[in-house]
């Protein structure tokens, strides 16, 4: 295929309207978007008016029936039924992270994609950014790891979004609010059967996980490969706390809620006998704002040592995930990201709640069951 993609978008939140709607405007070459589809009509409209979208859509179902080449879903919550639908009607599928909130759900996902011989791929975008790609490249050289420490100083987004012209949706009916919440809620119950969760580690495993750490372990396991174990969990709204083993090297996550201020902080460290590797990423709704990778050295036995602060490139991460997508839709190569690896990350933040509630290690925590039984 050398020509552009005709895509329908599903769901046209803040991260739509800030990041995907944007960069796929602005790729005319690649892709035209045909379709946008919102819970709210004045979200669907304004969203086609202003990326130049002929159809303006209230139901994901109507879009599976539009002459498309793809589906890229938005949505929060699960993006399972969205995702069958569109492979089911032949359309390659492009979802945001998570993938969805069950093991069983991602199974149906990756079968319907394989058996309709589509590309699903996962929008896990921080494995797209460039100074995540050169950390990878640069981990040989940091030597024999002793530590990998991870820490998110979470924040407000709305000040980074202040300045967007975002519409909001003030006209989705209640009884339609009431149906989605109580949807998601049958399948977070469906996610956590036989666990004996209680509501504070349910919030724990919908939001601090599955919304927010799912980018960190996900980075994670791009640079280290499958973890052996979760070593130790602790869950709050507040703070989250994991240790993850790789073998013999440990990793530790931190997550904090710091409402108080619009100075959001997400850093990867990584401490080598050779190398010390540090990647600090921004708040993820400032377009183009660069990463940051810190690389410090030195000579065993003397004093001398070096720090090199390198920004790798001003390419937003976002934009490069749709080069992917396309890339992968067009030569049938299959993407990064694609629904196993967004599997595999369900799985861990499972295997990261039975921890906390267990007070126990969790082997093998990205390792897929043939059926779900706990998640």
């Not at 975008?125 to 979470?154: C, F, I, N, S």
Request: charged share 25%; net charge negative.
């Amino acid at each position: 295929m050398n020509e552009r993609l005709r895509v329908g978008v599903v769901g046209c939140g803040v991260i739509a309207q800030v990041m995907h709607l944007p960069h796929l405007a602005a790729m005319e070459d690649r892709y035209e978007i045909a379709a946008v589809c919102d819970i709210s009509p004045t979200v669907a409209q304004e969203c086609a008016r202003r990326f130049g979208a002929p159809r303006a859509l209230t139901r994901w179902e109507d879009v599976m029936a539009e002459d498309l080449d793809a589906v890229l879903v938005l949505t929060p919550g699960s993006h399972a039924p969205i995702a069958v639908g569109a492979a089911e009607s032949g359309k390659h599928v492009f979802v945001e992270k998570p993938m969805c909130l069950t093991i069983d759900e991602g199974r149906g996902m990756i079968d319907a994609a394989a058996s309709a011989g589509v590309t699903l791929m996962v929008g896990t975008m921080k494995r797209y950014d460039p100074a995540y790609e050169r950390l990878v490249d640069l981990l040989p050289d940091a030597g024999e790891l002793r530590l990998v420490r991870v820490t998110t100083l979470e924040s407000p987004f709305e000040p980074y979004v202040a300045h967007q012209r975002l519409v909001g949706a003030s006209d989705v009916p209640a009884d339609l609010l009431a149906e989605l919440k109580a949807d998601d809620d049958a399948r977070l119950d469906a996610a956590l059967a036989g666990t004996g969760a209680d509501e504070e580690t349910r919030h724990c495993y919908r939001y601090m996980l599955l919304d927010n750490l799912v980018h960190e372990f996900n980075a994670l396991r791009g640079a280290l490969g499958e973890p052996d174990r979760v070593s130790f969990a602790d869950l709050s709204r507040r703070v989250v706390s994991v240790n993850l083993g790789f073998g013999d090297l440990e990793c530790h996550l931190s997550w904090v809620d710091l409402p108080g201020m619009a100075r959001y902080r997400q850093e990867f460290n990584f401490y080598g006998l050779e190398r010390r590797l540090t990647l600090a990423l921004p708040s993820p709704y400032l377009p183009n704002e660069p990463s940051e990778l810190v690389i410090e050295a030195g000579e065993a036995g003397t004093t001398h040592s070096s720090r090199t602060s390198e920004v790798v490139s001003y390419e937003e991460a976002f934009k490069r995930e749709l080069d992917e997508f396309y890339d992968c839709v067009t030569t049938g190569r299959e993407p990064r990201t694609p629904g196993i690896d967004g599997l595999r990350d369900v799985a861990l933040c499972g295997a990261v709640a039975r921890a906390h509630l267990t007070r126990e290690p969790v082997e093998a925590p990205t390792e897929i069951p043939a059926k779900q039984e706990v998640a």
